[in-house]
């Protein structure tokens, strides 16, 4: 299909860097105002409780200088030492969450922001989409104005966003517009991937492999459509029975598929061996309908967000195994975009909006909106973030590559947390 071009590239005036206020508390200070430490140990169903943490860090030894060079130099000798140095780091950055802050903050959307994701390479520059089909490339280490692409308004959400990882001056994007397509930061567009030609029908998820070059997009009916970079379909199948709210592929083998969807099942798809709707691997229910599915940046593990009170770890090797079960509000609402979890690229830690739910059984008066940190084995709450003067339910929270920087979507805000020395330095 011809490239068309798309309404026309602006700058957006309103982003504003926020400095941190002397006002401003830590959570820490938050303290009084929060529910203390309470965790289960795990036990036989392997649940665990997601009370607040603020006095988690007490516990935490951070490894001395002189341990990780130990630790590294052992490692280059050939010994067995990476599992406790990489505890070791993962210690030390969650001791180092303290100092986080919002240090930028924009609101370039006349509606709510719905999809975020970092370049793959520059560690201060990702895109944002809205509901209304907007889309924002914004660099936060720069005083240039972001780059903004002005949407349809009504009826345009963007449901998924990704860099083309084989030119990232592309990106790709899924919408309610009806298409998954493959655009500039010009406005143009460079190919449509897909395309419902019906109101009735919109493509709600997407995911991109560099390796294998496929493009992979889930729509509202349950239909998941596979094709190659060059816009060729592969298959279209009805995988589910509704709507498929995330596709996700295994990053160390692509040709490992999960898919999530409303009708309350994650399924588990081998791309070379897709027949029809019934050649899953495996089928994994669950309670209530599913938000997303995101496999770990090593692969080993599957991280699900129902949308109701539970996030889910399942181990890629043992899909029979049950899965370690954490208790977390972030309830579904219409005019809410829903909440997904998702992992830290560096650690096997779990990043997730807390939306506090009075009939939640740990819930407790005046709860706060917290962004809750989870260690991915142990499933326990290892810290809680939060700024008093953005206190609004916060839905999706992503850090970027190198693992320093979070970038959060609470309504029509954009928020960028790094430490406190960082933001001042930016």
């Not at 560690?123 to 889309?135: E, F, N, Q, R």
């Not at 280490?141 to 990232?168: E, M, Q, R, V, W």
């Not at 592309?170 to 897909?194: H, P, Y």
């Not at 009916?221 to 298959?235: S, T, Y």
Request: aromatic content about 8%.
């Amino acid at each position: 299909m011809a490239p068309r071009k798309r309404p026309e590239t602006q700058k957006t005036p309103e982003v504003a860097v926020r400095p941190k206020s002397k006002r401003s508390r830590s959570p820490r200070e938050l303290e009084p105002e929060a529910k203390k430490l309470c965790v289960k140990g795990p036990g036989s169903s392997r649940r665990f409780d997601s009370g607040c943490l603020w006095a988690g860090l007490a516990s935490l030894q951070v490894p001395p200088p002189s341990s990780i060079v130990r630790a590294l130099h052992h490692h280059k000798l050939g010994n067995a030492v990476w599992p406790s140095l990489q505890q070791g780091l993962q210690q030390a950055f969650l001791h180092s969450l303290a100092s986080y802050r919002i240090f930028q903050k924009a609101a370039p959307f006349d509606r709510r922001a719905t999809s975020l994701t970092w370049h793959p390479t520059h560690p201060s520059t990702l895109a944002v989409g809205s509901k209304g089909g907007d889309i924002m490339l914004w660099n936060f280490g720069i005083k240039d104005k972001p780059t903004f692409i002005k949407g349809i308004g009504a009826g345009g959400s963007i449901t998924g966003l990704k860099f083309n990882p084989l030119d990232t001056n592309q990106f790709f994007t899924s919408s309610m517009e009806g298409t998954t397509r493959l655009q500039d930061f010009k406005g143009n567009t460079v190919r449509v991937f897909a395309s419902s030609d019906t109101c009735n029908v919109w493509f709600c998820s997407l995911d991109v492999s560099a390796r294998s070059r496929m493009v992979v997009t889930g729509d509202n009916v349950g239909h998941v459509i596979l094709l190659n970079m060059d816009g060729r379909e592969l298959w279209n199948l009805r995988m589910h029975k509704k709507k498929v709210t995330h596709v996700a592929l295994n990053p160390c083998c692509d040709w490992f598929l999960a898919t999530a969807s409303v009708d309350q099942t994650v399924k588990i798809w081998d791309l070379r061996q897709v027949r029809g709707k019934s050649s899953f691997l495996h089928s994994l229910p669950h309670s209530h309908p599913v938000n997303a599915a995101c496999f770990s940046p090593d692969g080993a593990q599957l991280l699900t967000t129902d949308q109701k009170s539970e996030l889910r770890v399942y181990s890629a090797s043992q899909w029979d195994c049950p899965p370690s079960l954490i208790p977390h509000p972030h309830r579904h609402f219409q005019h809410l975009t829903p909440i997904k979890a998702t992992w830290h690229p560096r650690y096997n830690l779990i990043v997730v909006g807390r939306y506090p739910d009075p009939n939640f059984k740990s819930c407790t008066p005046h709860e706060l909106r917290t962004i809750d940190v989870f260690d991915g084995n142990s499933g326990k709450m290892m810290f809680q973030l939060y700024d008093p003067e953005s206190s609004g339910i916060i839905s999706l929270n992503e850090f970027n590559p190198m693992g320093d920087t979070l970038a959060s979507v609470m309504g029509y805000h954009i928020l960028i947390w790094s430490q406190e020395e960082a933001g001042m330095r930016t």
